[in-house]
């Protein structure tokens, strides 16, 4: 049904398909019942919460909550809003969002367009669905870098009580000087305030996970940094990754110059690349595998390299509801035919295999 109607949709301006498809989504949540996300084989325990299955929603497409009803009928296992920031803001000037349709991707700029925080508390409070929620917030703008802690410390404060989890998103190209944030001493204050502040609320009686969500243009060296804090601090997952500066393959089109970050197929390869990096360097730290999920052999491959939840965005926009499902079900087909009674044993085995080189049941791991 969906490829019917995507030539419609691409007919219309990005942003406003967009907001269309939201709408959709706003009915369908009340129309009926917010779904089963619990598939047999495919449960994950992560974070010190339970997923049903590990296929979440990335965070940019329901940014103020207004669709969770409607999106946890697709049978996602988890949703993940925002950005958020402590005030609400316009985002940067429109056109903003481009299509890359030939190479199924997107290049956005849009600059944490949102409500704010106490919009978004409004709206977690009566949610009305039992899937894990994830908050991603992040700075307004015009605060000073020097004051970005005052922006994070607030969103934590008004979102944790009503978040399953808390991504701080230190990696979105499209607020001068974010990326910053992820330098080590940088990274270390922030993340310390937050941890702090999460200790609070833990001894009140909730504790809220903290995950960062990191760039994938970060060099080897600079990676390296960054994790060795986020171990020392004790972040509890890393969503690998943002979108990207870099243009893999998409360089020479009208689309592909303009400003923002990309996301969709051309960034599978180096989000992969940076899991594995993660998984290597912190072994004990779930990651939450984003970035070029287009289909269910990009799910599988995230999985390999080191992830134990996946994230999808701009493969719904390509691929249509329906890719919730298909993925759903590779992973299923994958777990049975493996001969394990479930995703984290067959993984385990998979990615000694794949190290090894071996394809277990003559499956491709590759």
């Known amino acids: 049904m969906y490829k019917g109607l995507r030539p419609w949709l691409f007919r219309l301006p990005p942003e406003l398909a967009h907001a269309a498809g939201l709408a959709t989504l706003r009915a369908r949540g009340t129309l009926g019942p917010a779904g089963r996300p619990a598939v047999p084989g495919l449960e994950v325990d992560a974070l010190g919460l339970h997923f049903g299955n590990p296929l ?15 999106l946890a009928t ?17 985002g940067n000037p429109r056109p903003r969002l481009f299509r ?13 367009n949102n409500k704010g925080m106490d919009e978004l508390a409004r709206r977690l409070r009566g949610r009305g669905v039992s899937i894990p929620i994830g908050v991603n917030i992040g700075k307004n703008r015009e605060t ?15 979102l944790a009580p009503y978040a399953d989890y808390i991504t701080i998103n ?33 001894r009140r009686g909730r504790h809220v996970p903290i995950a960062v969500k990191i760039a994938p243009d970060l060099t080897a060296a600079e990676l390296a940094a960054l994790l060795a804090v986020l171990g020392d601090v004790g972040c509890e997952a890393v969503i690998a990754t943002n979108t990207t500066v870099g243009r893999p393959g998409v360089g020479r089109t009208r689309a592909g110059q303009e400003q923002g970050g990309l996301s969709g197929a051309p960034l599978a390869p180096r989000a992969r690349e940076i899991i594995a990096q993660v998984f290597k360097a912190l072994p004990d730290i779930p990651i939450i595998g984003a ?20 994230q999808i965005y701009t493969g719904l926009i390509y691929e249509g509801p329906g890719l919730v499902r298909a993925i759903q079900a590779d992973l299923a087909h994958r777990v049975a035919a493996s001969g394990h009674a479930d ?5 385990s085995a998979a990615r000694v295999n794949h190290s090894s080189g071996q394809r277990p049941n003559g499956h491709e791991l590759s």
């Open 170 to 202: 230190l990696s979105s190209p499209n607020t001068p000087g974010l990326r910053s944030l992820q330098e080590p001493e940088a990274a270390r204050e922030l993340l310390g305030a937050l941890k702090e502040d999460q200790g609070a609320l833990a």
């Open 100 to 112: 890359l349709s030939e190479e199924r991707a997107l290049i956005n700029r849009l600059g944490f």
């Open 144 to 158: 000073p870098l020097a004051r970005a802690v005052d922006d994070y410390r607030l969103g934590f404060g008004a």
């Open 343 to 347: 995703l984290a044993s067959a993984l």
């Open 291 to 310: 970035g070029g999920i287009i289909n269910a052999e990009e799910a599988w491959k995230h999985l390999l390299a080191g992830a134990s939840l996946l």
């Open 56 to 70: 979440g929603l990335a965070a940019g497409f329901d940014k103020n909550g207004e669709a969770l009803r409607g």
């Open 74 to 90: 697709l049978g996602f296992g988890f949703l993940e809003v925002g950005t958020v920031t402590p005030r609400a803001q316009p």
